[in-house]
């Protein structure tokens, strides 16, 4: 499970978008794990296991008597706010950020866990409780409204 943490943060703070908040979010994953441990089932993957508890963490701390859509939809409509200095040398980061901000909750949540966790159609599959082929359509659809959206605009 050490090994993952680096993983857990990095997709907790693309939910979180806080660092500390993250952090807590990470650390809360962990310490239901291992409490849970005894429900882990040995030959699944232990990465997708402990990413469905930190997405179920999220949404829980996020719900507050709210609907699971209602909860990503808002979510989505506030991308974080960040001043961006041409100089830092991270412009192409920053501009790939604002795309993924325009997807929907559900295709950035999707490209996010195959594209930069690295995960496997079936690992994001069970983690956002959907069949394999949705999240291959998802990802499949923000790959392809990504694209649209770094095409420059005719005038």
């Known amino acids: 499970m050490l090994a993952l943490l680096p993983s857990l943060?990095?997709?907790?703070?693309?939910?979180?978008?806080?660092p500390a908040l993250a952090d807590d979010l990470v650390q809360e994953t962990v310490l239901r794990a291992l409490d849970?441990?005894?429900q882990y089932e040995v030959g699944t993957s232990l990465k997708a296991w402990c990413f469905t508890i930190l997405r179920n963490l999220f949404l829980e701390q996020r719900r507050r008597g709210k609907k699971e859509r209602e909860v990503l939809a808002n979510y989505g409509q506030h991308p974080p706010q960040?001043?961006?200095?041409?100089?830092?040398?991270?412009?192409?980061?920053?501009?790939l950020e604002a795309l993924l901000w325009q997807l929907t909750p559900l295709l950035r949540e999707a490209l996010v866990l195959i594209g930069a966790q690295g995960m496997t159609y079936a690992e994001a599959a069970e983690i956002c409780e959907v069949d394999v082929g949705t999240i291959k359509a998802r990802v499949s659809r923000?790959?392809?409204?990504?694209?649209k959206l770094a095409q420059p605009q005719a005038e």
Do not use: N
């Open 36 to 38: 849970r441990m005894a």
């Open 142 to 147: 923000a790959r392809t409204m990504l694209h």
């Open 9 to 18: 943060r990095g997709f907790a703070r693309f939910l979180a978008r806080d």
């Open 82 to 95: 960040r001043a961006v200095s041409p100089a830092d040398g991270r412009q192409e980061v920053h501009e």
